[in-house]
């Protein structure tokens, strides 16, 4: 797939440090990099509906991260996936009389159309579900040969014209590390897989909790060639463990995504790693804050959405709702209200005030600042505060000019689009 064009990053002078995030298994803060290179993997949109403020948030995030490791010197390579084949997609695209393959091209056309207005630098890899198909196929057939994934015998009339082969569940049983990246008791599990796509009914499986790999032919759903698998399409979590392993190579150093898909998507995803891949998997989990509006989760399915396309389609520049989001640090879960995109436009209009004068006060330490800031778990309010702090005494009537630095402005312009993506 082809991603969306990449901002312009300003060089700046000196270098970022070591960025600490917050690692989802151990509530401690790490260093996930290692070496000279850095690795991330974020789980992509399931395209059905368009941008809202909480996807914006997480991939803000995750482009905080990418943007810091650059700063510090790291050669970073960002992978991501299009859940471009699923449940809610297939779902909608019915319900509104939609051909699926039509609403997914519409909304992937969206989504990138709304990172490029919010720039969000875009992934290396971008890798949709449906063209990986071939890919997750090889991955499942191996499970299946060495017996830590099983089939599942589908109801009448599933299974095309190879009724005969099952679903195929993975069998958490061979793998003795699960349940090590969430770390949630049972019952936790049990409640969150029930909640977010999981199965735990389905006759034939052997743990309630063994994820979906490859699902049969059904009348009226799309199919693939599975091969021995029979026809298809393949289950959530290996989607993103075969895009991840072929983008990145395994171990990578950050798995990401919103808080919603710690478990059971990236305890999944991780276990198949481990699985296929002699034990390797993702270094560190880091997730991002779900955003909510009018009272609960802003999510597809309730429909409580506020949209980037919408809000842009106002007249609302993309700048600041990035700064609305950047208000927030990427972990709190927080409300978008009314007040959010003023209080944004406003911080845009000062700091934009700032840079446009002749000289002002020297940019040092606030490009400092920022950038410890951004290495402590992407604290983007405290960078904010940082250069509010600048853009204050550089409009500060009556201030001493005669020690300004000519720079300065050149370097907060710079600092800010490199390191926080807005364009002044
Ligand atoms: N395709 C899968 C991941 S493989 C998926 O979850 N797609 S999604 O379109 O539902 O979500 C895309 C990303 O936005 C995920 O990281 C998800 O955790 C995040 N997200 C969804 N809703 C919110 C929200 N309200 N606040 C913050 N992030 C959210
Ligand atoms: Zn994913």
């Given at each position: 797939m082809h991603s969306w064009p990449a901002p312009q990053i300003p060089e700046l002078p000196g270098r970022g440090r070591p960025v600490r995030v917050h690692d989802s298994t151990t509530g401690e803060l790490v260093?996930?990099?290692?070496?000279d290179t850095a690795t991330l993997y974020a789980c992509g949109i399931t395209p059905y509906d368009a941008t809202h403020i909480g996807h914006a948030n997480t991939y803000v995030a995750f482009d905080l991260l990418v943007r810091a490791w650059r700063d510090a010197g790291y050669q970073v390579t960002y992978a991501s996936n299009v859940t471009d084949v699923d449940d809610p997609l297939l779902e909608r695209a019915a319900a509104t009389g939609v051909d699926w393959r039509a609403l997914a091209t519409q909304q992937i056309a969206l989504f990138a159309e709304d990172m490029t207005a919010l720039g969000v630098v875009p992934p290396d890899v971008w890798d949709g579900a449906v063209e990986k198909i071939p890919a997750v196929v090889e991955a499942v057939s191996a499970m299946l040969a060495e017996g830590t994934a099983y089939r599942v015998p589908v109801e009448p009339g599933a299974g095309g014209t190879d009724a005969g082969l099952g679903d195929v569940y993975a069998d958490l049983s061979a793998d003795t590390a699960f349940g090590s990246v969430s770390r949630l008791g049972r019952d936790m599990m049990e409640r969150l897989f029930a909640e977010r796509g999981g199965d735990p009914d389905r006759d034939g499986k052997k743990d309630p909790l063994d994820p979906l790999l490859w699902r049969r032919e059904r009348p009226g759903e799309p199919a693939w060639d599975g091969g021995v698998l029979g026809t298809g399409r393949p289950g959530w979590h290996i989607e993103c463990s075969v895009i991840g392993r072929d983008g990145l190579g395994l171990p990578f150093d950050v798995q990401g995504g919103g808080a919603d898909l710690l478990f059971p998507h990236h305890e999944m995803s991780s276990s198949h790693d481990r699985v296929l891949s002699d034990g390797a998997a993702p270094r560190v989990h880091v997730h991002a804050g779900l955003v909510a509006y009018e009272g609960q989760k802003m999510s597809k399915s309730l429909g409580n959405l506020v949209l980037v396309s919408n809000l842009r389609a106002t007249g609302v520049d993309p700048m600041a709702i990035r700064l609305a989001l950047l208000a927030?640090?990427?972990r709190t879960e927080w409300e978008w209200t009314d007040d959010d995109l003023p209080a944004a436009a406003a911080r845009l209009e000062t700091w934009r005030d700032a840079v446009s004068g002749n000289g002002g006060p020297d940019a040092t330490a606030m490009l400092d600042a920022v950038r410890a800031a951004l290495a402590t778990d992407l604290d983007a309010p405290a960078a904010l505060a940082a250069v509010d702090a600048w853009a204050a005494e550089s409009l500060?009537?009556?201030?001493?000019?005669?020690?300004?630095?000519?720079g300065a402005p050149g370097v907060v312009a710079r600092a800010v689009n490199a390191l926080l993506g807005v364009r002044l």
């Open positions: 260093v996930a990099a290692q070496g927030h640090h990427y500060r009537p009556g201030r001493d000019t005669t020690a300004d630095d000519e």
